[in-house]
């Protein structure tokens, strides 16, 4: 590299620098060939302490190189992201092109297999040169320039002052810094072979911008492998190094600069005997043009990435980035360090993410949620995650990965899956999906999902809601459902399949409300961004908000037998070196126990089971839960089956326009998604509930037949059950005396279940073991839907215009159940008999629609 001329009217300060610096400069050549005695003989008697100061020690470094990120397709790693400080990839010496090596010497340093380390010459020529005589000329061997290269790099790489000071002295000519780069270049000559330190250097010089190394460069410049570089080429890319700035091929203004150089560098490598005249001319004759060039895009970081997992690699970023483990960092004891790792590079990270699957769900989400939506701010995630690793296997949504800061409407560089720390997201509120929690803290609690509740709308007065970690005093509240439906009494499963806010509340108003938050953190729920806001309309998901990968976490805890797992993208890291690092294993622990998820596990299923539109086919089981939020601005289906767990958010990205038109699109995508990932992660099955979880708080109903109504009501009233009496009905007991109840003797009720009594009219029943061999008989209808029921009895030969209803409210759960008959089942009937069915109603009375 040439130094700064002096201009003339410093001639005597550059006369004495020159003196000094040549006196140091010829000990240090000396020391090449007679070490010991030149170190004696300047110390004895040169008077020159600089010397002294000098550094002894120089080795070649190991440079930054690109980070790769690798997903899986079929199972097998398939590389969708790399990102890096410096574009560089490092060749071995045998995948280097000899025309690259010989450009180089042959440009730079035709003496550099003479000399060792300092070239004597060029260190004289470059002083006179100082001293204005003869044309300007540098004293840099390759060895001094790799020198030099190294002690930038590595320095302008690190965000220390000191080291940053160190990155500018390197740009700067001094006597010096050029006597310190002669002495640690004889330190590298003597260390290493040739071949080693031109490897080194054609690994470590800048081809303009960001573009370091010989491989990158050719990539770069000319779409190809530097083990393909034709002489032209080569000795192009060459030209470049000595000045990448004004000669890089990035730039077409750069090109006629870049020719002159190459030139001379063809030139010079016939003359030495490397290309022969053929080859020089053939050469010179290609001119430094676009049609030589072949500009390749840069390929750094996400947004380069393969195309549906980009916001999977951001993730990926920031995991490496903010996560640690045993409160390391995960390639580096504190940030600096692991940031320094970081740009350092050649790391391979080996990810969980399903490309297949994260293609297909991509495809669905862009065919239902475009991203060039212009009527809203239109928004649309979903995570999908293993059943009992917590592995990351789809992560998309519908806008474009972009981290410009200017960017299209299209394009966003928040991801909507994660939480702040990993996404820059604020996250949605949760609307109903959040109503799981109350579910599984009332389980927790020991109460019963089959219980009876009071479903009916009332406004709850001040300090109804407990929360003892806050101490909250409730306010006054008036909680709504859906489209202001009304419910009388259900069972929180039936309150878990008609999403019933008041149903909802009542649960709540039981339990404490931090115990709720504080189980949804268990399972792998956490506020987006900061705390929780705990107060009485959080329990149906007004209060903070929520990630879909959130969401899924805790569906997979369900799933899991209460096991959660938490989410996981990286499963390996390899350094350069071949060694692996430990990225973060899986971390799982017990949320809720096995019974208290067996129970969620029956309730969600049947959820899915009455909700169809979310059930995807097949035979594999469902749990699921919808969400929705005031004005229907975001919505939500959250499910898993025993493999999967999947988390669709569809929704307002800001604002709140309504997508009561569009409510549905969530289904469609929570389908096709659920369905995508059952194929692909097939087989499972849920647990067998619980039985003592199941009933809870419940117990057995009294049998009180054959007692006198009044001894009946009595009986069960003093248990604490609230007591209805029907009309009378045929049976076997004496008149006025107890026939049944509904719910029967022996069903799982708490105190809070009506129970009805059905007294006996004193007319017999027609007894079945008296009719005659091959008699029509009277099917069982109970328990079925009135519907079924009349097409039941249509098939045992009966006719279904001459089935009689008598109404009766029995709770939401029971809505257009037949709970009695009469005749009895199994007792002789004639064609044209008619039969009366006890049917359940509500709160109205009369047929609600069966």
């Given at each position: 590299m040439a130094a700064s001329r002096h201009k003339p009217g410093s001639l005597l300060g550059s006369l004495l620098g020159l003196i000094g610096f040549s006196a140091i400069a010829g000990i240090l050549v000396s020391a090449t060939l007679t070490p010991a005695l030149a170190v004696a003989s300047s110390t004895a008697n040169s008077g020159l302490d600089i010397f002294e100061s000098l550094p002894t020690y120089s080795q070649i470094t190991q440079q930054a190189e690109r980070n790769r990120i690798y997903g899986l397709r079929d199972g097998q790693p398939v590389e969708i992201a790399q990102f890096y400080s410096q574009d560089r990839q490092v060749l071995q010496w045998q995948q280097v092109p000899r025309t690259a090596v010989d450009a180089l010497v042959a440009g730079e340093d035709r003496r550099y297999y003479s000399h060792s380390g300092v070239d004597a010459p060029s260190v004289v020529r470059a002083g006179l040169s100082q001293l204005g005589f003869g044309g300007e000329s540098g004293a840099s061997t390759l060895t001094m320039q790799l020198v030099r290269q190294q002690i930038a790099i590595d320095a302008c790489l690190s965000d220390d002052e000191e080291a940053q000071a160190v990155c500018d002295q390197q740009y700067t000519e001094s006597y010096q810094r050029k006597l310190a780069e002669m002495r640690l270049a004889i330190s590298l000559e003597q260390r290493y072979t040739k071949n080693e330190i031109l490897l080194a250097y054609l690994n470590i010089a800048n081809f303009g911008g960001n573009v370091y190394g010989i491989e990158s460069g050719a990539q770069r410049i000319f779409g190809k492998p530097a083990a393909e570089l034709s002489v032209a080429e080569s000795a192009a890319l060459i030209a470049t190094v000595q000045n990448p700035s004004i000669r890089n091929l990035f730039n077409a203004d750069n090109f006629a600069r870049n020719q002159e150089r190459r030139d001379f560098i063809i030139r010079n490598m016939a003359s030495e005997g490397f290309i022969t005249a053929e080859e020089r001319d053939a050469a010179l004759a290609t001119p430094v043009d676009e049609s030589f060039v072949n500009i390749q895009p840069p390929n750094n970081g996400c947004i380069a990435g393969y195309d549906s997992a980009r916001f999977f690699c951001d993730y990926v970023q920031r995991v490496l980035a903010v996560d640690t483990i045993d409160g390391n960092h995960i390639l580096g004891a504190t940030p600096e360090d692991n940031a320094r790792a970081l740009a350092q590079g050649g790391y391979q990270i080996f990810t969980s993410i399903d490309l297949d699957l994260n293609d297909s769900v991509q495809a669905t989400v862009d065919a239902q949620v475009p991203n060039d939506e212009t009527r809203w701010q239109s928004g649309a995630a979903v995570t999908q995650l293993e059943v009992g690793t917590g592995r990351i296997l789809t992560m998309v949504q519908n806008k474009d990965y972009d981290n410009r800061t200017e960017h299209a409407p299209t394009g966003t560089a928040v991801n909507f899956n994660a939480d702040f720390e990993h996404g820059r997201s604020s996250g949605f509120q949760p609307g109903s999906g959040f109503k799981i929690?109350?579910?599984?803290?009332?389980?927790?609690?020991?109460?019963?999902?089959?219980?009876?509740?009071d479903a009916t709308r009332e406004e709850w007065p001040r300090g109804s809601f407990r929360a003892e970690c806050t101490g909250l005093v409730s306010e006054p509240w008036d909680p709504q459902n859906n489209e202001g439906n009304e419910y009388s009494r259900m069972t929180p499963t039936e309150i878990m399949v008609n999403s019933v806010n008041t149903g909802v509340v009542r649960m709540a108003s039981e339990l404490d409300l931090?115990?709720?938050?504080?189980?949804?953190?268990?399972?792998?729920?956490?506020?987006?961004?900061?705390?929780?806001?705990?107060?009485?309309?959080?329990?149906?998901?007004?209060?903070?908000?929520?990630?879909?990968?959130?969401?899924?976490?805790?569906?997979?805890?369900?799933?899991?037998?209460?096991?959660y797992c938490k989410p996981i993208?990286?499963?390996?890291?390899?350094?350069?070196?071949?060694?692996?690092?430990?990225?973060?294993?899986?971390?799982?622990?017990?949320?809720?126990?096995p019974e208290v998820a067996s129970v969620m596990?029956?309730?969600?299923?049947?959820?899915?089971e009455r909700n169809p539109i979310n059930n995807p086919?097949?035979?594999?089981?469902?749990?699921?839960?919808?969400?929705?939020?005031?004005?229907?601005?975001?919505?939500?289906?959250?499910?898993?089956?025993?493999?999967?767990?999947?988390?669709?958010?569809?929704?307002?990205?800001?604002?709140?326009?309504?997508?009561?038109?569009?409510?549905?699109?969530?289904?469609?995508?929570?389908?096709?998604?659920?369905?995508?990932?059952?194929?692909?992660?097939?087989?499972?099955?849920?647990?067998t509930p619980d039985a003592d979880t199941l009933r809870g708080n419940a117990g057995e109903l009294p049998d009180v037949s054959g007692q006198s109504v009044a001894d009946a009501q009595a009986t069960l009233e003093a248990a604490g059950f609230t007591v209805q009496v029907a009309g009378p009905v045929e049976g076997t007991q004496a008149e006025g005396t107890v026939e049944y109840t509904a719910p029967g003797a022996g069903a799982l009720v708490t105190t809070t279940t009506p129970i009805i009594i059905y007294p006996s009219s004193g007319a017999?029943?027609?007894?079945?073991?008296?009719?005659?061999?091959?008699?029509?008989?009277?099917?069982?209808?109970?328990?079925?839907?009135?519907?079924?029921?009349?097409?039941?009895?249509?098939?045992a030969g009966f006719d279904p215009a001459l089935v009689q209803v008598t109404w009766q409210d029995h709770g939401e759960s029971n809505l257009c159940t037949v709970l009695a008959q009469n005749p009895l089942a199994g007792s002789p009937g004639e064609p044209t008999d008619p039969v009366s069915l006890v049917v359940g109603t509500n709160a109205s009375g009369g047929d609600p629609g069966c």
């Open positions: 929690f109350t579910l599984a803290q009332w389980i927790i609690d020991g109460h019963s999902v089959n219980q009876q509740l931090c115990d709720i938050h504080d189980t949804a953190e268990r399972m792998g729920t956490f506020p987006a961004n900061g705390d929780w806001q705990i107060f009485a309309p959080a329990v149906i998901g007004s209060g903070s908000t929520v990630t879909p990968m959130g969401m899924a976490s805790a569906f997979a805890t369900i799933a899991n037998g209460g096991i993208a990286i499963d390996r890291i390899v350094a350069r070196d071949g060694s692996e690092v430990q990225p973060p294993g899986q971390d799982c622990q017990e949320a809720i126990s596990q029956s309730v969600l299923t049947t959820v899915t086919p097949g035979s594999t089981p469902v749990i699921s839960k919808t969400g929705t939020t005031n004005g229907v601005v975001q919505t939500w289906v959250n499910g898993s089956s025993p493999t999967v767990a999947t988390a669709v958010w569809v929704g307002n990205i800001v604002g709140n326009y309504s997508l009561q038109p569009r409510w549905n699109v969530r289904s469609t995508i929570f389908r096709a998604a659920m369905g995508e990932a059952i194929a692909r992660y097939p087989g499972g099955q849920f647990l017999p029943a027609a007894d079945p073991s008296q009719a005659p061999e091959g008699a029509q008989t009277w099917p069982n209808v109970v328990a079925q839907s009135l519907a079924d029921a009349k097409a039941t009895l249509a098939d």
